[in-house]
């Protein structure tokens, strides 16, 4: 069985091809595609896999319709290309999504004009399917009366619709399997990866790289690891590491926040809903009918504090959100006390302090820059969709030498595999008789350390806020802590959820 092996010390045994740094799902796909290309790779990451902005995330993978507005081809076919990649070879984990958005007649949002939107975005993605198994193919868009809009969306605003615009593109319902599923495969191909290990100086001979001094998180000991190449891939602290190991990199990551709220409101329609309060200069927001529950977003602004992994936005903010989507669907009385979770992190930005994000990815390879370093390079993402391709590119400059992957390879079972993934109104059984060994072995197999970890991102337990407090104490029995090391677990957990939930801003 494949696992995600945890040993520092012996991995500090061995040399590798490259050290990446940074366990999001940059870093993971990076690992990944190493690892198909016989490299041998070494993942570390400093907290837990896919903890920061990979876990908070409106779980769409998004196929690059809104980027037909501006006629940015290279990134519509780019996301369409990514989007039929995921569907292809995660299609346990990956699935289609229905999209709507009400048209009012108004500027773009006028019904021929959508119509044409959809048969360009159909003609110009003809061979999204292939490959793809049948359950998984993408439909062709239309346009639908206003009639049909109000029966898949009820709460829709009537004044004025004229129309509906209906695309498909994809959702993974559950992103942080994607990142462990991604790790798995590549520790199935020979790939090392270590949480809780710290990146702490960059080992050089002669301006060039030899491998990096890392701490282990968990026991204060500190192991060298040998590697030519070392990839520089921690998403928000990007900048901050390329200035600790040879400069400072401004436009590697200008600071933005983007957040998603999730909602204890059921969710609207069983399409996801594009959705534009009718307002001057309005920005169309998302609701995605995640699991059931009502999940919206996403929000960009500028973030003026310091790098964080779970940012808080302004409360400002969030009660602006909510009066926006109460204005712009009739009815909907959203409030503060309904937030469940904001799901929030750092993305790129344009400039310094700008909302607007980020076009493209960088990849810096710092021997270019005047006495640079040589095998350090440096990589910033925009989003997860294009995480995998952005892995491509940075392996074929680095190892330009090197074949083309198998196109038409899909995840074996274990790194797909469906394991704790629960409903979210669903209840074990008393002391997890019916979950227990399936937690226990995820446990095992999947470097878990602490009670976050898997209840957060390794299962769908933590979607559901109460539940997973409720049930921590049995969960904790199943590591085989005493009570003392338990009641630190559970506190860490609470402390995750009021950061991220309710208690920044219900003193509004």
Known sequence: MTTITRNPSNAAQSSYNLIIIGGGIYGAMLTLEAARRNLRALLIEKADFGGATSYNSLRIVHGG??????????????????????????????????????????????????????????????????????????PPGKVIKTEAVKAIFPNVDSEELQAGAIWYDACMPDSQRLVIGALRWACSLGATALNYVEAQDLLKVNQTVSGVVAQDQLTGETHEYQGKIVVNAAGPWCRELAANFDREVPNLFYKSIAWNILFDRASLSDFALAIEPKKPNAQTYFLHPWKGRLLAGTIHNPWFKDIQANPIPDPSEISEFIDNLNFAIPGLKLS???????????????????????????????????????????????????????????????????????ATEIAPAEAQRLQGLYDYHWYPQPELNDCSEELKDIIKNESVQHLDDLILRRTSLGDNPQRALKIAPMICKLFNWDDSKSKQEIQRLEEFYQRCGMAEWAKI
Not at 99 to 118: S, V
Not at 378 to 384: A, D, E, P, Q, T
Not at 396 to 406: A, E, K
Request: with cysteine; proline share 8%; net charge positive.
């Open 65 to 138: 319709f809104r980027y037909l507005q501006t006629l940015d081809l290279p990134r519509f076919y780019e996301s369409v290309g990514e989007r039929k990649w995921f569907l292809k070879t995660f299609p346990e984990l990956v699935k289609p999504l229905s999209c709507l958005m009400p048209l009012y007649g108004k500027g773009l949002r006028r019904p021929p004009i959508l119509l044409t939107a959809l048969k360009l975005n159909d003609t110009l993605s003809f061979t999204r399917n292939q490959g793809i198994r049948p359950d998984r193919h993408l």
């Open 336 to 406: 503060q006390s309904q937030i469940l979770r904001v799901f929030s992190g750092l993305l790129p930005a344009e400039e310094p302090n700008s909302k607007e994000l980020a076009v493209r990815e960088v990849i810096l390879n710092h021997e270019t820059l005047p006495q640079g370093i040589k095998g350090l390079y440096s990589i910033s993402g925009v989003k997860f969709t294009t995480a995998r391709l952005v892995a491509e590119k940075t392996i074929q400059q680095i190892f330009p030498q090197l074949s083309p992957v198998d």
